[in-house]
C-alpha cells in the first residue's frame, strides 16, 4: 500500500481531476454531435421524400409563399402563369458561401391573379 501513496499527492490528484473533465466534457460534446447528426438525418430523409412527392398546385402552392410549413420544404411547386420581369428587384449584400452577392427577386403571377416571389 505504501508504494502507492504517491497517488493521493496533490499533483497527482489535480490531474486525475482534470483527466475525469476532459472525459466529461468528451462524454458532453460526443452526445452532442449523435443528436446533430440525428437532426441532419432527419432533414436528409425530409428533403429526399420531399423532392420526389408530387408537385403542389393552385392555392396550396400559393400558400407556401405566403407562410412557409416547414414541413414541406424543398416540395415541389407547379404554378401557371407569367413573369412580371418589368418588376425586378435586386437585393444587394447576399453572403453565399462565404461570398457576397445579390439575389434576383422575379414576380410571378398565377391564372388566378396572385402573385408570387420567385
Known amino acids: 500500500m505504501g508504494a502507492y ?15 475525469c473533465a476532459a472525459a466529461a466534457v468528451a462524454v458532453y460534446l460526443g ?27 393552385g392555392d ?26 418589368e418588376d425586378q428587384v435586386l437585393v444587394r449584400n447576399r453572403p453565399q458561401d462565404g461570398r457576397v452577392g445579390y439575389e434576383v427577386l422575379v414576380p410571378f403571377r398565377t391564372q388566378d391573379g396572385d402573385v408570387v416571389v420567385l
Open 60 to 85: 396550396d402552392a400559393v400558400a407556401q409563399f405566403t407562410a412557409l410549413d416547414e414541413r414541406l420544404t424543398w416540395h415541389p411547386v407547379a404554378l401557371t402563369g407569367e413573369y412580371l420581369a
Open 31 to 57: 452526445g452532442w454531435q449523435m443528436d446533430r447528426n440525428d437532426h441532419l438525418v432527419g432533414e436528409n430523409v425530409k428533403i429526399t421524400q420531399n423532392y420526389r412527392a408530387d408537385p403542389l398546385t
Open 5 to 19: 501513496r504517491f497517488l493521493l499527492s496533490g499533483k497527482w490528484l489535480l490531474w486525475f481531476l482534470m483527466v
